[in-house]
């Protein structure tokens, strides 16, 4: 069973940074993409920001230029870092990860999330 453990959350001024990690419990070059996605109270989950296995990087229109998202293999990790924060960037932030098997069933995995709180 596939793992992702996400840290770095936490509270934050508007216009502070965070860095979130994931770790998964295997090598990340097995997934099809993963992503990051959040939730806020009362919205429904969305997606902040992916890397497909190939490398290329998609981000929501509502966090280009102030969030960005790397891997490390090495590290089995992905990273979400997040500046110039806004008070509706407040959300839980989860770790997701797609896999996709040779006959075409798909696996989702999802951590267990982390709160971002952005606030004076």
């Known amino acids: 069973q596939v793992q992702l453990v996400e840290s770095g959350g936490g509270l934050v001024q508007p216009g502070g940074s965070l860095r979130l990690s994931c770790a998964a419990s295997?090598?990340?070059?097995?997934?099809?993409?993963m992503g990051w996605y959040r939730q806020a109270p009362g919205k429904e989950r969305e997606l902040a920001a992916l890397?497909?296995?190939?490398?290329?990087?998609q981000l929501a229109d509502s966090v280009k230029g102030r969030f960005t998202m790397s891997r490390d293999s090495a590290k089995n990790t992905v990273l979400l870092q997040m500046n110039s924060l806004k008070p509706e960037d407040t959300a839980v932030y989860y770790c997701?990860?797609?896999?996709?098997?040779?006959?075409?069933?798909?696996?989702?995995?999802w951590g267990q999330g982390t709160q971002v709180t952005v606030s004076s």
């Open positions: 997701n990860a797609l896999y996709v098997s040779r006959w075409g069933r798909e696996y989702n995995y």
């Open positions: 295997t090598s990340i070059n097995s997934f099809n993409h």
């Open positions: 890397i497909t296995g190939s490398g290329t990087i």
